[in-house]
């Protein structure tokens, strides 16, 4: 996401809209997990939102998730799972991947980055949202002037996030940590002189 910022922050004659951070990744892998979870096709999911950074820190939510059109949340019917287990396992995913198959998973975000970019231009489909990671404008209370994760949907090349979304004490906290640590990177790479 910092990433992003710093290439923005490079080329004020390009729009800032333009410039996005890949999310994609991480939320094909929270749709993948929780279609694992309820012994679902991936395509019966939609309305994973993965908030904040592409670090251990992101937030996989599935509060406002549907599983083949119901809430996801009742159909996990299991916190525990969620918080100790998809949260950290979609996280980590990477990591366990490349110890797995002793390699990366260079495909599956070659992957992703077809699906953002497709979603992006083409747009998403109807009564469904992605994650991207785009400059915040304060939704979310997501502080301005960072690059951050939100649920957005895409029409004609361009984004907009999904607003009115009911945000829980559990959900605040996460989205806030994420938001502490862009903020701590923003300011790392201003200290560089890069943004």
């Known amino acids: 996401n910092t990433n992003a910022l710093i290439a923005a922050s490079a080329a004020p004659d390009v729009p800032k809209e333009r410039f996005t951070a890949m999310m994609r990744l991480d939320h094909n892998r929270a749709i993948a997990q929780l279609a694992n979870k309820l012994g679902r096709p991936v395509s019966d999911i939609k309305r994973m939102t993965v908030w904040g ?23 996990v019917d299991d916190e525990v799972w969620v918080r100790e287990e998809f949260i950290p396992r979609v996280a980590k995913r990477g990591a366990e991947v490349i110890d797995a198959r002793g390699s990366s998973s260079a495909a599956s975000a070659a992957n992703a980055a077809i699906d953002h970019v497709r979603d992006w231009v083409l747009g998403t489909p109807d009564e469904d949202w992605v994650s991207m990671g785009i400059p915040s404008d304060g939704s979310y209370d997501v502080p301005e002037g960072i690059i951050a994760g939100f649920p957005v949907t895409c029409a004609n090349g361009e984004y907009s996030i999904v607003q009115g979304l009911e945000i829980d004490e559990f959900s605040r906290g996460k989205i806030d940590a ?16 890069l943004v």
């Open 53 to 75: 950074n592409h670090s251990a820190t992101q937030y996989p939510d599935i509060s406002h998730a549907l599983v083949d059109g119901a809430p996801a949340p009742a159909q």
């Open 178 to 193: 994420n938001a502490a640590e862009l903020q701590d990177e923003r300011s790392a790479v201003a200290d560089l002189g």
